[in-house]
Structures are given as structure tokens and as C-alpha cells.
């Protein structure tokens, strides 16, 4: 109850400041246009933001251990939130003002202008793909390697149940986690950039087909790909992973690929529809039908005509679609369907050690066992997002 | 002296191109007194849209009024507050748009739109306003006035639609209109019933108005006194019969000169000669809908036949059978003589080439991920097989014969040129198949006069030295004028008329062709007033062709 006034208070508060900013702004500035036309909202969010940023401050320096001796489990993790913001921040910061200083003409113009959120996104992806390409150098132990003490906590201190060899602590049966999460990272990747892949080859080119031939091939791809959306899709993968892992077994055949194809087949569909409907765009312009009065054949039309102009809505999809097979994977795992034991990955990870979440009132170092993995996920997602809404803003100006 | 309604001085505009402002218009002056029609003239870029806006206080999004001042009625509209612009705005001040029908929303009945900024300012109850409205389009003569408003938009046709929109500008009975190219979508027939309408009610209402166009003819009939702007500069401006007769500037002189050009007449067909293409009684549909009733008419070599028409005429759809993207259901088209497959999938590469075509939105029509050079390259290598070194001399001399700078051109991009070079690439494109005959689909109807023009003696000189011949489809008689050999007027799907340029446009006529011919406006300011006098209200534009029909 007392939080729900605490809400209400703020907001009034936001309300009456806000109406009070644009009168003063307006006297003391003799009425200047950008005070006089401010809307009233404008003035509420500049008020309302003033008093979060407040709040948030407060919340950030209060004390981390509470009178009696109780961690304060919202301070610690708002601090480690706000670190780890301002840590990535920085970084993508660094890694901009190098790429503007070293290299040739055209990467410095690149990394000018680039935005922050891109040049973290971009640093991000590069650094998962040289972890994904070499885990063997980067981790400390093997990805199978079993210790003698499990439920490590992170941050190796001895006296809180740390050990300074596992800097972020051990797993159910005392697996190595920093190990783990960095093997992980290429069973993960691997798995769902071949089925990205794999699922743009399909979606594209029978969205493509569908759109030059029209007619009955576009009526029974369409009626195809509506069937099988009508399917709620993760109960219609853990449908088939369970049939496909009968076959796996009987036939000798790795899940893996099974796994791929079928991620990859449901999730074609949508980059059919995509495929389609841009596809449609572009062949209706005269353009195409110089080229079809001209007599060339389908081949030249797809690769010469069509596809450079579908280039940046298809790379903005691959994005977006990478994504989404990244948290099918993961999901898949975390219900017990995904990647299999030994090989590490973060979905199946989260699963595992999810129940330590429920510590986080009394042992905030424990509750990160299961967010280490999640945040993998979390961060790869955001990044891919960052470099896909930079893409899209870059193609869409001008230059398109 | 009538009473000063708007003094703009000095206005000068930025726009917002990249990450710097750069000026769009540099210092505009005017006055405008009550009941007075001024004209902005000008070509595309000129500023003549952004002036207009800027006299209402109103710039587009990533446009600013950098300096200068305009005052409306004692208000300085410069720094004037959103709200004192709020109860302006629709009430004193109105605009009416290009395009009608993307200006209206489709979801709201004509009458609801009409009242809707009359009730919003208090000026009158809604069923005050509504009975307004029905009045309004009596007077802009629109057909059946008490029930038109209850339509939606999509319901009622685009000369309607203007109408419809002037008289929801009219409806606070503003003291200043600002028509944006009121009628540049139209077709002439319907032109006219609209410039009518506007200049009627405006006289009747004694409103000031703005009137905003790039086509000289049409200006002269509207306004009492013409400015004429040149990318953001003023070139000059006199009250509208001192400009057309004496005219000081020399782009002032260069645009009324541009409707002089005539190619010379060439002899007649010898009888008996084998036309290069005969269309020969084509019957078309779409699916089940007849778009084309026994089109018949031959073109000959080193000639142009102009086919005229109104939108939904089956003008491009002749085209369409033509390079067999439609085959026709009866009938068929003889090339050289010969009958040509009726599907463009069943014709050989050979009869593929001979016949090209050129579109009228040359955005659409080149590929804009492709290179100049591969645009023009491509049929190159495609119809004569030349590769490498032999087909960039090829593709530098097409660029020589559209008059443009192989070396500065040839690795551009589309988008990295203007509209008229955008025009004159599609023309090499055409060439470099090495054709007979080339269809050309409203080539210059997006152009300005000015690069049209340009065009035209382009493509006249071409068909002189490569003896091409040309299908042209248009809907301007003035380019029929100056391009064609021989005219075939359609209507409906039909052939109304045909025959050599200078019978058509020599009495006695069609009655359509005579109508078509009446509508298109001249640069005489008393055309219209005198043609209303001669036929009446209702014998001009649609409602004389509805009579016909």
C-alpha cells in the first residue's frame, strides 16, 4: 500500500513541478518560443525524469549491508546493474574512438558515424565470434572437467563459499561456470547461425519464387506456410524433436542436425513472408519489366535485378531471425529438448541453477549463478538488435 | 485601394540536408490585398510550394524560416505563438493540396471533413456548416450538391475530389487560400471544369488567394499578378497581362519560349509502303474487364504517331499488347510485315530487340542498385554479345548520342542524377537494343517544361539520324504538337480518331477531339473567361464529355 502512495506522490509531484518548470521557464526567458509552445507533457517528462534520476541515485548510495547485518539485495544489484551499464558503455566507447583513429579512410568515416549503441553492438558480436571460434584457448578448464566442490559462488572469496579458481563458481556437479559459459558459446552460436542460414535459403527463395510467378505456385507456397504457421511454433518444435530423437537414436543420425532443420523449417516461414512481400515491391517496377521484355532468364532476374534491391530488408531480418533461433535454442534447452549433456549451453544452464534466484533476498552473490547464462543470451540479443536498428537507419536514409 | 491582407518581406528558409542547414529560399517579397490571386511560378525545386506554406507561418519538418517577415493582417505569423497560429489557421488562413485524394481521409464521409473545421474554431453549429457544405458545392457545381457529401472519398472522382477540397478550404470563408498545383494531376477536361470552379468562387467570396503551379497557361488564367521563382530566387513579378506580353527576364523569356518548339513536317507515307508496326483489330482484357475494343492503326518508318487520350483511355494498355506483356484476345501486330507472337515469352531475342520502350517515372525504370554503365551495358552485351573493352565503347557512345559526359557518367548511380538525365539513360537504354521502333509512355510527363523540352528535340534528333520510329503515348496535346506526325485520339478503349497532325488539329473534329482540344489552356489570360462565354458552364471538360457518352 505504501509503495502504491509513494507512485502517487511522485507522479503528483511530477504533475505540479512540471506545470511550475514551464511557468518559471516561460517569465525568467521573456517568453521565449521554445517555453511558450512547450506542451504541457514535455515539461511533466522533463520533471518526472529529474525526480527518477533523483531516486535512482539515492537507491545507488545507500549502504550495502543493512543494520542488521542483512545484505541490502536491491542496492547490490542496482550497483552491479549500473557497473555493468557503465563498464559496456565504456568499452563501446573505447572501441569507437580506436575504430576512428586506426585503420583506412573509409572504416574512420564508418566509426564516426556511428552511433554508441552500434559500436557496442558491433564490439559485442566480434567478441563472441573469437570466443565461439577458440574456447579452448579462453577457458580455464575443460568443458566437461568435474571438480570436487559444486555450488561454487562467484567472485572467489573464500569466507562467502568462493574459491579464487572459479572466479564465477561451479555448477551442480562442480563444473568449471566461466568454462562452461564460454563452450557454450560455440555449441550456441554454431547451432543457430546454420539454422538462420539454413532458414533464409528456404524462406528466400520460395518467397522470391512465389513473387515472380504469382498465380497458383504463389497460391500453394502461400497456403503451405499459413499451415504451418497455424501451428503454435514451440510446441510444434518439441512436437517434432521428439519424434526426431527417436529417429537420432535408431538411425545414428546426430540431433544436431535434426535440431537445425526442423528450427530452420518453422522459422522460414516468416522469412518467406518477408521475401515475398518485398519481392513483390520490386517486381512490380518497370525496371523488371525492361529486363523481362529484354528476354532474360529467371536466374539473371533473382540475382541481378531482385536481390540487391531486397539486400537490406533481407540483413535486418537475418538480424532479428538470428535472434529469435538464439532464444528458440535457448529456450528448447531450458526445457530439456535442446542441446544435450555434457556440451555446455546457456538455455540449459539457466535451468539448472535457476532455483538459486530464490536466494537473492540473503545471498546476492549465489542468485548470479543462473543470470551469468542468462546475460550471455541478454547481451548477444541486444547487440545483434543494435547492429540491425543501425543498419536499417543507415539504409533507409538516402542512400537507398 | 483595397485593404493590405499579407506583406511578406525578405523571407528567407533553411533546409535541413544532413547535419547542416542550407537555404532553400533566399529572400521572397510580396504583398497581397484582399481579394487578389497571386501566382508563384516556377520549376520543380523552384520553392514555390515552401513559400506557400511559409506565408501561412507553417514550415515542413527539417525546414526553418531563417529570417524575413510575414505579417497577416497586423500578425506576425513569424513569431507567433502555436495557439494564435491554432485559431488562424483553417479559419482565416486555408490550403488546399496537390493531391485530393491522398489529402482526404478515407475513413470519414466528404461532409464530416467539410464541418470539421467550423465547428472545431466555433464558427458554426455542425448542422449550420453541413447545410454550408451542400451550398458550397452547388456553387463549385458539383453534381447532385445534397448527397455528394455523404460519400466517402474514395467514391467520388479526382476532379470532384479538388472540388470538394476548395470547398472545405471555403468553409470559415478563410481570407486567404493557398492552392498548392490544384489541377497539375488532372486531365485537361477535367482541368477545366475545376479552374472554373475556383476562380468562380473566389470572385464570389472577394478571398485572396496564393496560387501555386508550374504551368504557365493555367497561372494566366487565375491570377491578377504572377511571380516567377528560380531555385529559391525571385526573378520578377508584374500584374499577370504585362508579364505575358513583356516578360524582362531572360528565364522569365526561356520559359514562355518553350512552347514554340515544332519539328518540321515531313512528307506523306507513300501508299502501299508496309507500315513498320500495324496493330491490326486488338480486342484486350483484364481478366473479365474489356479495356481495348478494336484498336487498329499502323506506324510507319522514321515517323511518330502520337496517341492521345485521357487516364483509363487504354492508352498504355495498347503498349502493353503491343510488347506482349498483354496479349490481346482478338486481333494481332504485325512487325515489318510480319506477325509477331502474341506473348512477349514466345518472341525471339531478335524480335525482342527491335521493338523498346521508354517509361514515364524513370525512378522505377532503372535499377537503382545498378551503375549507369551496367544499365546500358547490359542490353549491349545482351543483343550484340560484346564484352569488355568493345562494349564500354559502345555504352560511351550511347552516352555521347543522349548528350551526356561518358567519363563523369558512367559509374554513377541513379539516384545521383537528375530526373531529365534519369530520362535520357532510359532513352540509351532503348538505343543500345539497336531497335526499329520505340514506344514511348508519357516520357515527359514528370518533367519539367523546361528539361522536356530538352528531351523531345532529343528524341527528334535521334529518329532523324537513326530513322527510328516512335509510338507516343500522351496525354499533352502541346507535346502532340510538337513531336508527332500523325495523332490517334482514344477514348474508352476505342480509336475515336486518327489521321496526319495537321488534319487533327484543323476543324472540322471529332466531337471528343474537338473537346479535348478546347480544354488544354493557353497563355491568352481571357481563354477561359471568352470559352465560358462561347459554350456555357455546362458544355466544357467532363460534364460535356459525360453528355457525349
Redesign the interface.
Known sequence: MSNLLFVIAVLAAAVVGGYLFRLIGQKTTQNR?YF??MPFLVAFGYVFGAILIFLCARLYLQPTTLESGVPNAVTIFFRWTVHLIAGLALAAFLFRLAGRNIGTDGSKRLFRQMPITASFGILTIILYCIVALMPEVFAPYGEAEVFAKSYVYPFGDPAANGDPAHILGTDEIGRDILSRLIFATKNTMFIALAATILAFLIGGIAGLAAAIFGGWVDSVISRSVDVLMAIPALIFQLLLLSIASFWANSYGIPMVLFMIVIIAVIDSTRVFRLARSVGLGIVA???I??A?????RLGYLITR?IL??AMPPFLVEFGLRFCFVFLTIASLSFLGMGIQPPSADWGTMVRKLADFIKFAQFLPNAALLPLFPALAIAILVLAVNFVVDWILDKSSG??? | MAEQLLKVRGLKLEGLSGETWTPIVNGVSFDLKKGEVLGLIGESGAGKSTVGLAAMGFTRDGCRISDGEVEFDGIDLV?A??AVKRSLLGKRIAYVAQSAAASFNPAHKLIDQHSEAPVQHGVSSKSESEADGMELYRRLRLPDPDNIGFRFPHQVSGGQLQRAMTAMAMACRPDLIIFDEPTTALDVTTQIEVLASIRDIVEQFDTAAIYITHDLAVVAQMADKIKVLLKGDEVEESDTRTMLSNPQEDYTKSLWAVRSFERPKKPAVNTGATPIVSIKNVTAAYGTVPVLEEVSFDIHEGRTVAVVGESGSGKSTTARCI???LPPKIGHIEFDGQALPLD?RR?S?DQ?RQAQ?I?Q?AD???????SIGEIIG??VQ??SGKTGSEKRRRVEELLEQIELDPGQYINRLP?ELSGGQKQRIGIA?ALA?DPKFIICDEVTSALDQLVAEGILKLLANLQDTLGLSYMFITHDLATVKAISDEVVVMKDGRVVEQGPKDEMFQPPHHPYTDLLLSSVPEMDPDWLTTLLDQRGVDNIGDAAVNKMA
Open positions: 518560443p511558450r509552445d517496377m518497370d525496371y519489366e525492361a523481362k521484355l529484354r528476354g532474360e535485378e540487391p534491391n538516402l542512400k537507398g | 513569431n505563438s502555436a510488347t506482349g506483356l512477349y518472341r531475342k525482342l520502350m517509361y517515372m522505377t525504370a532503372l535499377n537503382p542498385r545498378k547490359r542490353p545482351f543483343y539516384s537504354r537494343a
